[in-house]
């Protein structure tokens, strides 16, 4: 899941279902501008991390000199992502603004298949055209 700023609160009681349900496969990719300003349901997130139900990983692009956004922790995230989405398939979702996230990240999805997968451009495209005809990869993005 990914869900910077606002984009996040579908996630919150997506999260809270799938932890009640005994579901701990679950991964947020959170971002914002500052930690200290942004960080929505940063407890709760905490809270789900602590108890072993979360993998979360955080963008905060102004607090240091180089901007971090969601889709650099996507990359990051590469090898992780690749064994969920391909042995497990897992699902991939996105949202919040819809002007340059949502195509970075599709981005950086491609990146990771092409780099853990050995695929081509082209392959990694399909991969992802193949995702979301099967409903694994859905993005809700409003501008």
């Known amino acids: 899941m990914v869900g910077p700023g606002t984009g996040v609160a579908p996630f919150r009681s997506a999260l809270q279902e799938r ?4 579901r701990t496969a679950n991964v947020l990719f959170f971002g914002c501008r500052s930690e ?4 929505y349901f940063r407890s709760e997130w905490e809270d789900m991390t ?3 139900n979360l993998r979360l990983f955080t963008a905060f692009s102004r607090d240091q000199e180089e901007k971090v956004y969601v889709q650099h922790r996507v990359k990051e995230a590469a090898p992780l992502l ?5 042995n497990r398939k897992a699902c991939f979702y996105i949202a919040g603004n819809a002007k340059q996230m949502p195509a970075a990240v599709c981005d950086a ?25 099967k409903g694994r990869l859905q993005s809700e993005t409003w501008s």
């Open 19 to 22: 932890v009640s349900e005994g």
């Open 36 to 39: 200290s300003k942004d960080f």
């Open 82 to 86: 690749w064994d969920l989405i391909t």
């Open 109 to 133: 999805l491609k990146e990771t298949f092409q780099q853990e997968g050995g695929v081509s451009a082209e392959e990694a495209e399909q991969m992802l055209v193949a995702m979301e005809k």
């Open 50 to 52: 602590k108890a072993g």
